[in-house]
């Protein structure tokens, strides 16, 4: 099956970008809204119109308005498959299934992409490249997950199937936790004097960047996933009382830091499966026009993967440090390369 015409009732950052990432690759788009600012945005940014009959309707709309629009959209489409990118589905499916929309007409998915800033000025067609998205496809007619799975590999969206119970404990641990850590950790600086917040460096900023996402997006979320939430909210909140009642013993307080190393190391990597272990090339470069350029050029002709970097200047100082990321054995190579060629090569760190 190739989709021709998909409709997409919701016009925030989901439902803007699956739209803009479809126009790109010519696939005929209706962007639908009950803010009709929101809608003309988005129309005017897809700008992909189309006559033919609807393959796929998507409902992006927030989970509890859902229930609003379900029976009038299959009314109106019936012959269509229907999906929606909610970021609950066990709720979800309850909706569908007290509605006229036949459960196996609809597939549940959720992709796992996102930005803290939202509605359809923010959307982005890539903004699925690489990313899981998840699917729950018990129950569902062949088609409908045709159309489906289409329309992710499209997008660039790497397929997970979960049933819905799993999938809300997952992303209860891997979005919700983390968004509301983050929330309440940004809600501590309130409290701090103007002057202190001059200080702040890369750490607060990391940790505290999801706390500027949308409250009336989250608070929805939050308690639609609350059963999942609750035991990860004790345990965090168990390991907050013993860590306050152990901050005089520094062994306790360095466990508590190896613990969450451990944990972050679960990470994947940035193209999934398990998170590769690198090697940090240091590499000091003159402050001159081209050459970053120049190091990638040598990088090429090494014939070694970069798989990232980070560059410290300072405004008036003569020269950079540059650390790439590579593997080991990448990094070894290189180093020897750059050494020939004359450059400022330090020792690689793990």
């Known amino acids: 099956m190739t989709l021709s015409h998909v409709r997409i009732v919701g016009s925030g950052l989901i439902g803007t970008s699956i739209g803009l990432g479809l126009a790109l690759r010519g696939v005929g788009v209706t962007m639908v809204d009950l803010d009709q600012r929101a809608q003309k945005l988005a129309e005017d940014l897809v700008n992909s119109p189309s006559n033919a009959s609807v393959d796929l309707v998507i409902f992006a709309t927030p989970i509890g308005a859902l229930a609003s629009v379900l029976d009038s959209e ?184 190896e613990a969450g190393q451990k944990g972050r190391q679960r990470i994947p990597g940035k193209h999934g499966g398990k998170a590769r272990e690198y090697t940090y090339l240091p590499i000091v470069i003159e402050d001159k026009p081209g050459q970053l350029a120049s190091l990638f050029d040598e990088c090429a002709k090494a014939g070694v993967n970069v798989e990232d970097l980070a560059i410290e200047h300072s405004p008036g100082q003569f020269t950079g440090l540059i650390t790439l990321a590579l593997s080991q054995d990448g990094a070894a190579k290189l180093s020897s390369h750059l050494k020939v060629q004359g450059w400022n090569v330090h020792t690689p760190r793990s």
Do not use: C
Request: glycine share 8%; proline share 4%.
């Open 74 to 257: 299959y009314a109106a489409n019936v012959k269509s498959a229907f999906m929606d990118i909610s970021s609950v589905k066990s709720k979800v499916k309850v909706e569908v299934g007290s509605s006229k929309l036949p459960l196996s007409r609809f597939l549940p998915t959720h992709p796992m992409a996102g930005r803290e800033v939202g509605g359809a000025e923010s959307a982005r067609g890539d903004l699925f490249q690489g990313r899981p998205w998840i699917i729950d496809s018990q129950g569902v007619d062949a088609d409908v997950l045709a159309s489906a799975t289409e329309l992710i590999e499209l997008l660039g969206g790497q397929l997970v199937t979960l049933d819905s119970k799993e999938h809300d404990q997952a992303v209860a641990l891997v979005s919700h936790l983390p968004q509301l850590v983050s929330s309440l950790l940004a809600k501590q600086l309130g409290g701090g004097e103007e002057r202190w917040m001059e200080l702040a460096g890369a750490g607060l900023r990391d940790t505290t960047r999801i706390a500027g996402s949308d409250p009336q997006l989250w608070r929805e979320i939050i308690t639609s996933n609350r059963e999942a939430l609750m035991p990860l909210l004790q345990a965090l909140q168990s390991d907050l009382a013993q860590l306050i009642s152990s901050l005089e013993d520094e062994s306790a307080v360095a466990a508590v830091i």
